[in-house]
Nanobody
């Protein structure tokens, strides 16, 4: 079993920055593909950023490319999402996820992921 615990986020002014963390506990080996997703009220959950199980590849949604950065710290088993130049349309519940597929590519689909965190709210005020 894998447990994921997000932290960070909160209320941010437009143009500001914030960071999200996702602590991985329980089973932490073999390496997982990991990702961040977000969901606004009444909308489908959407891919934000992902990192491959080898940590050699990352991928971003077009809407966040150049503003968000995903990284993982193997020592602390923590994944991060650095978010810059935030806009009101970035307001969502952000969730981290783990995928168990053995592919070395970045997983971008909700169905690729097996474990999810509880989510953390990011609200960007205009």
């Amino acid at each position: 079993q894998v447990q994921l615990t997000e932290s960070g986020g909160g209320l941010v002014q437009a143009g500001g920055s914030t960071n999200l963390s996702c602590l991985i506990s329980g089973r932490t080996y073999p390496p997982f593909a990991m990702g961040w997703f977000r969901q606004a009220p009444g909308k489908e959950r959407e891919f934000v950023a992902g990192i491959s199980r080898t940590e050699l590849s990352t991928s971003y949604a077009n809407s966040v490319k150049g503003r968000f950065g995903i990284s993982k710290d193997k020592v602390t088993n923590t994944m991060y999402l650095e978010m810059e130049r935030l806009q009101p349309e970035d307001t969502c519940v952000y969730s981290c996820a783990v995928g168990l597929l053995t592919t070395n590519t970045v997983l971008t689909l909700v169905d690729d992921y097996s474990y999810w965190g509880q989510g953390t709210q990011v609200t960007v005020s205009s």
